[in-house]
C-alpha cells in the first residue's frame, strides 16, 4: 500500500510540474554494474548558486543505487552539495540545514576538503554528502520552497532544479 502511494504520489508531482524542457537539459544516467550487481542513478552537477557571500559558486547532484537491473526504489538517496569557498580554509563548524517549507531538517552527512578548486586562487572547496531517507526526499520534492543554509549564507532551489530532484527519482520506473 506504501508503495502504491509514494508511486501515486510522484507521478501527480511530475504530471504538475513545470515543463521539464526549462531544466537546461541536465543529465540523468543510470549505470549498471555486472560485477558488483547494483545500478547507480545520478544527476550531472547542478549549478546552485554562483557567488554569493563567502561563496564562489555551490553545485548539488543526487545519486542512489539499487541491487540488479530490475528498477526498485532507493531506501536512501545521497543528496551532494559541492562548494567553492573564497578562504583558504574551511569552516570545521559548519551546520547545514535544508529547510522545506519552512520547516528546517538536518541529515546526516560525510564532508571532505577539495583542495585548490579554482586554479591560481588561494580558496578550499567541499564536498557534502547527505545521505536522505527515501520518505524524507519525497518531502523535498514535493516542496513549494527548498533552500539550504549553510551557516549563515542560504540559497534557493529553483521549481526546475525541484523537479529535477523528483525526475531522478523516478527514471527507475
Known sequence: MSRF????????????????????????????????DVTTVRTSPQQLSGPKDRYHSLTFSVSYTYAGKEAAHPDDVNLELVSVVKARKLNTDLYVIFEVDGEEIHFSSNRSAIPNPVQGKPWVGERMVFGVPKEKYVKLVAAKQLRVKLGDASFDFSREQIALLLRVLVVTH
Open 5 to 36: 502511494l509514494i508511486t501515486s504520489f510522484i507521478a501527480s508531482l511530475l504530471l504538475l510540474s513545470p515543463a521539464q524542457d526549462q531544466l537546461g537539459a541536465p543529465e540523468i544516467v543510470r549505470d549498471y554494474d555486472p560485477v558488483k
